[in-house]
Structure formats: structure tokens, C-alpha cells
């Protein structure tokens, strides 16, 4: 049975045949604005065709009445806006302002999304005729009805298009999208219920929501249940959030506009039940010098020089009084001692806040390669004074020669793993998993690397006793060492009789 996986290249791969018809006509940094236009588009208009025809087939005559689709979370879409429209006028000099009307009709249909969408389509500087060709494309290759309703489509194109116009654009590794197996781990573990309000103070695309709607509606519940609330400093990111959120039918308050989270929290009084969020790795500068005072800082100031324990404080700040943090960071936070980062992880370890760490697998995101650590932090634990460490760096498999992925077996059996340690029924297993408790992690200076706590894996017997084996193994390394001299002899010979010397 084939692995049931959390990626989907094939729709990378038609993005790309997009990007080689643009390719050239546009800067790399304005491809990833008129492709996610026409994906949420083309996204909006599939489903509102697929549900338009259950209507007309049940024959009640409500195929034109809006609460017909907004009651099942389906975008209702004005007829200039639907695809066919676009796609009838692909080859005409009007596609452009076609497009942009048909952004403007959405955004009257829907006030959440006023100034939101992208209407740069009948610019003179876009080559009319590779338009007419990209919305080909769309129409004909890009099956919106094949990619299932739970995909994060706007949140992949935009790490696709960071992975490969990257290093085109200028831009470094600080600004990527989470990917799914990572999100959807974290939500496995935190188990957002009905009714709870979520949070994610640096919400990129908004998949971290996604995938938190998905889980309470496949546990019963219902998607729009939850309250979300997200800030985001990138302006074309927080459009491209309003949008996945309205694709999605999420009522979503991510603020009236774009801005830096340490320096205007749009959201100084919530206290959120769920905070899911990847910050940006080792940020900086964030504006310390201006923020000493902040009483977000419980556990002391943060240097000025990396903002990971200023994200983490920043989070626990907004935590309800039994809140749950699931948070992506770089393994450096894990064990560093400098600007005072040290003794600001020990205070919350003391306050006996970590419920879990996970060392994840490298090569999970597209556009970096750094080795990251899920954090689990958790007010009112269930076990008291224990942290869970799990190594999971073996787990996954490889989806092509950079890219690394989890199947959903791997994402459950990380979150069996914190159920059972949760009910206390966990047994430490070498190399994978072990509870310590507060005296444990003090004597490992409240350094919280996995490694440390876990051990390394058991190997089988293989039933040969180990001074055997030794003396075996040492035996044909010696074997190894004489013969690779005797080659470098060889060669020497050789060499010299050709006039060479080494």
C-alpha cells in the first residue's frame, strides 16, 4: 500500500510550466502576485461551479441565491468574476482589466477582503499574450477540483515560489512558509478543540489555521467553531493570509493592516487557548532598544541580537490560563548561553512551562536546509515538573532528492507519543523518546537537545559477543589500512614510470 503522504509535487510541477510561460515577461519578485491572484481565482470559481451544479441538479431553483453557498463555506462568486469569464477572454487585448474587475467584483462581495486582492493585471508592463497562456494553463491543466478542499494551495505556492525565485529576488532564508507536515504536526499534538480561540503572531499564509479548522472539523466539530486571531509585518504575506482565510470560509482578525509584532501588537489584551506559529529563525534586528520595558520580557529581556526567546515570552504572554504553544524554532535555541538567552530558558523551565520538545528530520522546509525543534509550551501541564523529548530526525522519507516529508503514520505516532505521556503510560524508548523530570534537565544545565535525554537507539544482538566482535572489526580495518597502502604504493610505481612524482 502506497504511503498516504502530506505532499503533492505534481502540483508543483504544473506551477512551474506557469512560471515558464511568464518566465522572462515579468520580475521574478511580481511572479508569486499574479500567480496567487489566479489561484485564488481559479479556486473560488472551481468550487463555486462544483457547488452551483448540486444545486441546479436538485432543482429547487437556488442556485443563484447566495446563502446557498455561504452555509456550506463556499465562496459565492458574481458572474464576471467566475472562471469562465476569465477564461472566455483569455485571448483578447481586455484579459487584464477583465482580471481586475473580477477582483474588484469579489472585493465588493466581500468587504473583508477591501484593498486585499491583487489588481495589477492590465498594467502595460504585462505582456497581454503570455497572460492569455498563463490563464490557459489555469484552465486547463490546473485541476482545482482534483486538489482536495484540505490542501493549503495559497500557503504552498507561496513557499514554492520562495524556493525557487529565492536566490533571483535577493532574498535570504528569514521569510518561508511552514510546511504541511510540520503544521499538521503541531496540531496533532495540540488537539484544538470546539469554541477556542487561536493565535499566530507571525501567521504568514495562515496555514497554521487551516489546519487547525480541518482538525476540529474532522473530530466533529464545525470549521468556523474557532476564533483566529493572526499579525503579519509583510504586506503582500498578510493579503495573501486574508485570502486563504477567505477561500477557506474562516472568519479570521488578523488586524486592519500589516505590522511588526514586537512593536504594535494588534492584539495586546487576547489570551489565546492555542498559539501555533514558525517565527522567523534567529530574527534580528527586532527593535530591542526600544521595547526594554515591555512587560511581555516576564523572563528577562531578550538580546538584541536574536528574537527567538522574545518570540517565545511574546507567546506566553498571550497564553490563557490553561493555553497550549506549538512553535517551530532553530536548534540553537535550544542550548544557548549568550546575551542572557540561558538564563531566560531556565526560568521557564522552572516555571515548569515546557511540556514537550521534538527534534525534527533536516530538509522538511524547500527553502532552508537548517535543522529546526518543535517546543511544546504549556500552561497547567498534566504532568507536573516532566518535560517529553522526543528525536524524531529519523522519521519521514525522502519526496525527491531535497525534500524530506512525514506520511501521516509518522505525524500519529508523534502524537500517541504526547497522549501517552499526557495520561502518564509512557515508557522511555532509546533513541526516540524519554520524560525527565525538572532535577534531570538541571543537571544537564537546562540545555533541552533531545539527544541528551534520549539516548542512543538499542542496537539488536546479533549474538556475537563483543570482544569477538571486536577483535573481528579490528582485524579488518587492519586488513583495510594494508591493503590501501599497498594501492598507494602501486600507484607511486606507476606514476613514476611516467615521469610523475607524489
Known amino acids: 500500500m502506497a504511503k498516504k503522504t502530506n505532499a503533492n509535487i505534481g502540483f508543483e510541477k504544473q506551477l512551474w510550466d506557469v512560471a515558464c510561460v511568464l518566465w522572462g515577461h515579468i520580475p521574478a519578485a511580481d511572479y508569486r502576485k499574479i500567480i496567487v491572484g489566479l ?10 461551479e462544483r457547488r452551483y451544479q448540486e444545486l441546479v441538479a436538485e432543482g429547487d431553483g437556488f ?47 466581500n468587504s473583508t477582503l ?23 494553463i489555469f484552465t486547463n491543466n490546473i485541476d482545482m477540483g482534483a486538489t482536495g478542499a484540505d490542501e493549503d494551495l495559497l500557503g504552498r505556492t507561496y513557499e514554492y515560489c520562495i524556493a525557487q ?49 480541518k482538525f476540529i472539523e474532522a473530530h466533529s466539530g464545525r470549521r468556523g467553531a474557532i476564533s483566529v486571531y493572526g499579525q503579519e509585518a509583510n504586506s503582500d504575506t498578510w493579503k495573501m493570509a486574508k485570502m486563504n482565510m477567505a477561500i477557506r470560509g474562516i472568519d479570521a482578525n488578523f488586524g486592519p493592516y500589516h505590522a511588526d509584532t514586537f512593536t504594535n501588537d494588534l492584539h495586546p489584551s487576547l489570551k489565546a487557548d492555542f498559539i501555533l506559529a514558525n517565527p522567523p529563525f534567529n530574527y534580528h ?37 490553561n493555553g497550549k504553544i506549538g512553535l517551530v524554532l532553530a536548534n540553537g535555541a535550544l542550548s544557548t548561553q549568550s546575551g542572557g538567552e540561558g538564563e531566560i530558558r531556565r526560568k521557564i523551565i522552572e516555571d515548569d512551562l515546557i511540556e514537550g520538545i521534538v527534534a525534527m528530520p533536516t530538509q522538511l522546509f524547500y527553502s532552508v536546509t537548517i535543522p529546526v525543534t518543535l517546543w511544546f509550551i504549556t500552561k497547567n501541564k498534566k504532568q507536573k515538573g516532566k518535560t517529553l523529548f522526543i528525536d524524531a530526525r529519523k522519521m519521514g522519507y525522502m519526496v525527491d532528492r531535497k525534500h524530506r516529508d512525514f506520511t501521516d503514520e509518522d505525524i500519529e505516532k508523534l502524537a500517541d507519543t504526547f497522549t501517552d505521556f499526557q495520561n502518564g503510560t509512557l515508557k522511555d524508548v532509546k533513541g526516540f523518546c524519554a520524560v525527565a523530570d525538572l532535577q534531570v534537565i538541571e543537571k544537564q544545565d537546562y540545555i533541552l537537545t533531545p539527544g541528551r535525554y534520549v539516548g542512543i537507539e538499542e542496537q539488536e544482538d546479533d549474538g556475537e559477543p563483543f570482544e569477538e566482535k571486536m577483535k573481528r572489526l579490528t582485524s579488518e580495518l587492519s586488513d583495510m589500512f594494508k591493503k590501501s597502502h599497498e594501492l598507494e604504493d602501486e600507484i607511486r610505481r606507476k606514476l613514476g614510470a611516467i615521469g610523475y612524482e607524489i
Open 63 to 109: 442556485e443563484d441565491e447566495r446563502d446557498a453557498y455561504t452555509m456550506e463555506n463556499i465562496f459565492f462568486v458574481p458572474e464576471e468574476a467566475r472562471w469562465n469569464t476569465i477564461a472566455a477572454a483569455a485571448h483578447t487585448p481586455e484579459i487584464g482589466a477583465v482580471i481586475d474587475n473580477a477582483m474588484r467584483a469579489i472585493e465588493k462581495e
Open 165 to 213: 525565485f529565492a536566490e533571483k529576488e535577493g532574498v535570504g532564508g528569514g521569510e518561508f512558509y511552514t510546511p504541511s507536515s510540520i503544521v499538521k504536526t503541531l496540531v496533532a499534538i495540540l488537539k484544538p478543540f470546539e469554541n477556542c480561540r487561536v493565535y499566530d503572531c507571525c501567521c504568514g499564509s495562515g496555514g497554521m489555521f487551516v489546519q487547525s479548522a
Open 285 to 321: 534586528p527586532w527593535n530591542q532598544d526600544k521595547l526594554l520595558e515591555d512587560k511581555r520580557w516576564k523572563y528577562g529581556v531578550p538580546p538584541a541580537g536574536n528574537a527567538n526567546f522574545a518570540w517565545i515570552q511574546h507567546m506566553i504572554h498571550h497564553l490563557a490560563p
Open 114 to 136: 477591501k484593498n486585499v486582492l491583487p489588481k495589477n493585471y492590465a498594467s502595460p508592463d504585462l505582456d497581454k499574450r503570455v497572460l492569455g497562456d498563463v490563464v490557459d
Open 39 to 48: 489561484i485564488f481565482l481559479r479556486y473560488i470559481s472551481s468550487a463555486f
